[in-house]
């Protein structure tokens, strides 16, 4: 240990003469009590600082005036506490000779026997360091605050476990959770989170994180829905993971973002329902049930299948708008849409393709089953509806007609359907189903009536021709 007693054995007149003279560093030896006049300093300190060594020795404030005005209470606080078992580390600003401020780290120890103590410390140039990590500093703040402004979560995964070391606050929004909760999800709670678009999970091997760790490629615009409990709406997002490689081309850290696009989607449902829906009885509209139609003959063809299809139309529901006015004919609507619905159950599907006409498609269903359901919505329509204050009969007619006997696509079978149902409103059936020799018959007597009509009217026509005008006398 220095003390102040070894009389400094390789110490001449001059500072530059003393042992400590050639260390890299600045050192100083300094009186243990104010105003700490330095009675060394090593040459360096010129290069430090610009001041000679001479200033520091020859007056015996030099020092202490030329620490910052914001340090100086503090470093000389130190100072007095100092004991030889303690080491002050304090960082600080000196004036140079130029007038600019340097920080310096200052390490200080107080040595020797009591009486004969000394202050031995060394002061090193850490100005380009405090810059660089000032620096550092502002770019992780701006960084942070980048990634807390975009309209995306971002997560950070590390380690071969994948633990979540970086949640931004959309990670924490999205996610319901805190940065130190999410810190602490391990792979298996964060899946119970995550689900398919149809609502299936997501297996552990399916992971944005662990598909990219396995593969060590990017995934992009992977569709996911974040589900938070079993009452709430999930919410969807596209995810984007990008692996982070070291020099041995491993994984060590995954990088994944969560943009928000349920409102994005929701629009999408909006949008499609208004195109394949029906606004008043929320049924499927004459677009979405040629769809179901050419989907279930599409199944029929594949597998040899039947499909059955009914025509329905109320009877005489021109009556109820004209005399009881719109509102009551629409609530009619959505009562029979909604029976319709029941009696059709999971047999089919129900649509509402204009006006008082709907259409049941029974996908897979003979003959007997087309007829019992036909059968089953007679006798729930036979029952009155309660709509204002008031009871309604309705009644319907249905037709009914069979893939592959009565047509062997859409347009057939929908045209065969729509010729039983009209003579079975015509007769006065509750339902009728197709039949091609009789409705040959019933063509063809319209044809001849038409024609006859036609023909009874060109003669009409032809007769008052010759007959020229009428002269009035």
């Not at 770019?139 to 970086?166: Q, T």
């Not at 509750?430 to 020799?437: I, L, S, T």
Request: proline letters at 5%; charged letters at 20%; aromatic letters at 6%.
């Amino acid at each position: 240990m220095l003390t102040r007693n070894l009389h400094w054995p390789l110490h001449d007149a001059t500072p530059s003469g003393h042992v400590l003279s050639h260390a890299p560093v600045t050192l100083y030896l300094s009186q243990p009590d104010a105003p700490f006049a330095l009675h060394f300093v090593s040459p360096t300190v010129t290069e430090l600082l610009g001041h000679a060594p001479e200033d520091f020795l020859e007056q015996p404030a030099f020092w202490q005036e030329h620490i910052h005005p914001d340090d100086r209470d503090a470093v000389l606080a130190d100072r007095l506490t100092l004991t030889p078992d303690t080491v002050m580390l304090r960082k600080y600003r000196l004036r140079c000779a130029n007038g600019q401020w340097k920080w310096i780290r200052d390490r200080a120890r107080l040595v020797g026997t009591p009486g004969q103590e000394e202050i031995v410390g060394a002061w090193n140039d850490i100005t380009e360091l405090l810059d660089a990590e000032e620096t550092l500093r502002q770019s992780e703040a701006k960084h942070r605050f980048l990634l807390d402004h975009i309209n995306a979560g971002v997560l950070v995964f590390r380690g071969p476990e994948a633990r979540i070391v970086y949640a931004n606050k959309q990670a924490e929004a999205l996610l319901e959770r805190s940065a130190s909760a999410l810190h602490a999800l391990d792979t298996q709670t964060l899946r119970d989170v995550l689900i398919h678009e149809d609502g299936s999970p997501v297996a552990p091997q399916d992971l944005p994180v662990v598909q990219v760790m396995r593969r060590r490629q990017v995934l992009k615009d992977h569709v996911l829905g974040l589900r938070q409990g079993k009452d709430k709406e999930p919410t969807w997002v596209i995810v984007n993971a990008f692996p982070d490689l070291n020099a041995q081309g491993r994984v060590q850290e995954v990088v994944v973002t969560l943009l928000d696009i349920t409102e994005r989607i929701r629009t999408q449902h909006q949008i499609h329902r208004l195109a394949h829906y029906d606004a008043l009885t929320d049924l499927p509209n004459r677009t979405l049930t040629h769809q179901q139609i050419d989907h279930a003959l599409e199944m029929a063809r594949s597998h040899g299948g039947q499909v059955a299809l009914l025509f329905l139309d109320l009877n005489d529901f021109k009556s109820v708008n004209d005399s009881l006015g719109h509102s009551v004919g629409d609530q009619l609507l959505r009562a029979v849409a909604q029976r319709l619905v029941h009696c059709v159950s999971d047999a089919g599907t129900v649509g509402r393709i204009g006006g008082d006409e709907f259409v049941i498609v029974l996908p897979g269903a003979s003959t007997a089953v087309a007829a019992r359901v036909a059968q089953n919505i007679g006798v729930q329509m036979a029952q009155p509806f309660a709509l204002e204050n008031q009871y309604l009969q309705a009644q319907v007619s249905i037709g009914i007609s069979v893939y592959p006997e009565d047509g062997s696509d859409r347009t057939a079978l929908t045209r065969s359907a729509d010729t039983a149902m009209y003579h079975a409103k015509a007769c006065g059936l509750g339902h009728q189903f197709f039949d091609a020799h009789i409705f040959s018959r019933i063509d063809l007597q319209h044809q001849l009536e038409t024609e006859l009509r036609t023909a009874l009217e060109q003669g009409h026509h032809q007769h008052g021709a010759a007959a020229g005008p009428v002269r009035r006398g």
